[in-house]
């Protein structure tokens, strides 16, 4: 899978982000609010459908029914999880309707666009190297991958890149607009790394050392899957704890993020916990989990913030709107409550 994130992976990134980039351009002439969780919602949806999938632009107007298909999943599975009841409450009945439609929506897609790409690949045309490509191959050499299960895999994909990777970067919009000391630093390596090239390159993005940083710290404080958890097959024993078999352990990044005991100030912002020569953080920091199933995606995911970043933090300075709270939302993935509206002006450049 790692094959569909790679040195093209970054420049299709990059027209796709030039018409997004074009668009607040254009709305934000002088200087304007603007809402940040929806633009990096729009930019990550585009995004994962073009890069993942091919998907046509066109498909995905602003009015398209995914964003909304995938929020009511997620929100689904967390109801589902809490209260295993949920179900059988009839004043859940119509969300549970809807949840079942929006399931519909995403499998019915899902099945058009690999029938359409797997008919493409029969006649030998040429067709991108991207995700649905190798659901596609990786089912040809499966014995037991049947057509749902590759639906399963094309709809874990379509919603595991989505809500994560925009909300963290809503999160860090939000925390670099509240510390302008961290927002100059940041600014001060994208110009030095980029300067005023429309085209950022794969070495760049290996160069933006204190973004990643920043990047990084930002799914410490929030992390935008906030857990995971794993089935216990069998008794064990780990560090003299007694963890008896058939039990599910659940682990809580967001917990584990903001405890004293493993990051001193956890509440502070501060991305130099994760300079180079630091520490490396040990099993308490799992934004992406760790092991064998692990986020697929996390390779691709920051590249595309990294990529999102540079050329936002390029071109224009971010304040807050007052007013708004810095509450967390949590419908499965985080989310931050008031939206992050920002006042968003051009930077004035120096020749
Ligand atoms: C900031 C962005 C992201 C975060 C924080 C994140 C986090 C996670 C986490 C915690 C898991 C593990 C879930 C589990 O243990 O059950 C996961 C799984 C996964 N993620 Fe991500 N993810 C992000 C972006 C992406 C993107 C962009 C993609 C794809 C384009 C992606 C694809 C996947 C897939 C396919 C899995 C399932 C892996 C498996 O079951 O083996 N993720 N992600």
């Known amino acids: ?50 890069v993942a999938f091919g998907a046509d632009l066109d498909l995905l ?23 295993s009841l949920f179900q059988f409450n009839p004043k859940n009945w119509p969300f549970i309707n809807e949840a079942r439609e929006a399931c519909r929506l995403l499998r019915t ?43 399963d895999n094309f709809v874990t994909f379509f919603i595991a890149g989505q ?40 070495d760049d993005l290996g160069k933006l050392i204190y973004l990643s940083q920043v990047l990084k710290e930002t799914l410490r404080i929030y992390p935008t899957a906030p857990g995971t958890s794993r089935d216990i097959p069998g008794d064990m024993t780990i560090d003299g704890i007694h963890l008896p078999g058939g039990f599910i ?16 100030e956890p509440l502070k912002f501060d991305p130099d916990r994760f300079h180079p020569d630091s520490p490396k953080p040990y099993y308490c920091y799992f934004p992406f989990a760790l092991g064998p ?10 590249m595309e913030a990294k990529v999102v970043m540079a050329k936002l933090l390029q071109r224009f300075n971010f304040s807050l709107v007052p007013g708004q709270t810095f509450d967390i939302q949590d ?18 450049y120096k020749n």
Not at 117 to 142: C, F, H, N, W, Y
Not at 335 to 346: A, D, E, L, Q
Request: proline share 3%; hydrophobic share 35%; charged share 20%.
């Open 1 to 50: 899978m790692p094959t569909c994130f790679n040195l093209s992976t970054v420049s299709r990134l990059m027209s796709l982000l030039r018409c997004r980039l074009y668009f607040i351009s254009s709305f934000n002439v002088k200087s304007s609010d603007y809402n940040s969780a929806t633009f990096f919602a729009n930019v990550s949806h585009f995004n994962t459908f073009q």
């Open 61 to 83: 107007s602003n009015n398209s029914p995914f964003p909304k298909a995938i929020e009511v999943c997620l929100k689904g599975m967390v109801y589902q999880i809490r209260d």
């Open 109 to 151: 897609t899902g099945a058009q666009w690999i029938h359409e790409r797997k008919t493409s690949m029969q006649k030998g045309e040429d067709v991108p190297k991207d995700i649905l490509t190798q659901i596609i191959k990786t089912a040809a050499t499966e014995k037991n991958m049947t057509e749902e299960f590759m639906l």
């Open 163 to 202: 809500e994560t990777t925009a909300n963290q970067l809503a999160f860090c919009i939000m925390e670099l607009a509240r510390h302008p000391e961290i927002l100059d630093k940041v600014m001060k390596e994208v110009d030095d790394v980029i300067g005023m090239k429309q085209e950022i390159s794969y």
């Open 249 to 264: 352990c659940l682990f809580n990044s967001y917990a584990t993020g903001r405890m004293e005991k493993f990051f001193k």
């Open 293 to 302: 199933r692990s986020c697929l995606g996390q390779n691709f995911a920051q």
């Open 331 to 348: 419908t499965g993935t985080l989310r931050p409550k008031s939206g992050v509206i920002c006042t968003i002006k051009h930077r004035k």
